[in-house]
């Protein structure tokens, strides 16, 4: 049995009402094949939102840039977007295991500068083929 155990670094007290307030998005359930393809990962969204999404990736030491693009592919639902522009937002810190070598890791990421045709295409995604409320 593999056991994985996740930390999240907390933000300082100061920081903690800023980044509730920074979500002006409601967040939807992602399909569970949904996937964040950038140059050095491939990632499952769990959650999406017109400001951004989360997802969880297995950390094989390669590197998310702060900054780039990424595509959206939701293979189930016929939906394919691509060159989407990233900010991070935030990522989690794991704590190492001695009972495994993998480590499976959360980020956030924010849309950053969309098209007008990339806010269509990811607000038709999450009316259409998203599971609810995250």
Request: one cysteine or more; proline letters at 7%.
């Amino acid at each position: 049995m593999t056991l994985y155990k996740m930390t999240h670094t907390e933000p300082p007290p100061s920081l903690k009402p800023t980044m509730t307030e920074r979500r002006r998005h409601q967040r939807f359930k992602a399909p569970e094949k949904t996937l964040a393809i950038t140059p050095n990962i491939i990632g499952q969204i769990i959650d999406i939102s017109a400001g951004g999404c989360e997802l969880k990736y297995i950390d094989n030491n390669g590197h998310l840039p702060t900054e780039g693009v990424m595509d959206i592919l939701a293979n189930d639902a016929g939906f394919y977007l691509e060159e989407v522009p990233i900010a991070m937002a935030w990522q989690d810190q794991p704590e190492n295991s001695a009972l495994s070598t993998i480590m499976i890791r959360k980020v956030g990421l924010s849309f950053a500068s969309l098209t007008p045709a990339q806010k269509e295409r990811i607000d038709f995604f999450i009316k259409n083929h998203t599971l609810g409320i995250a």
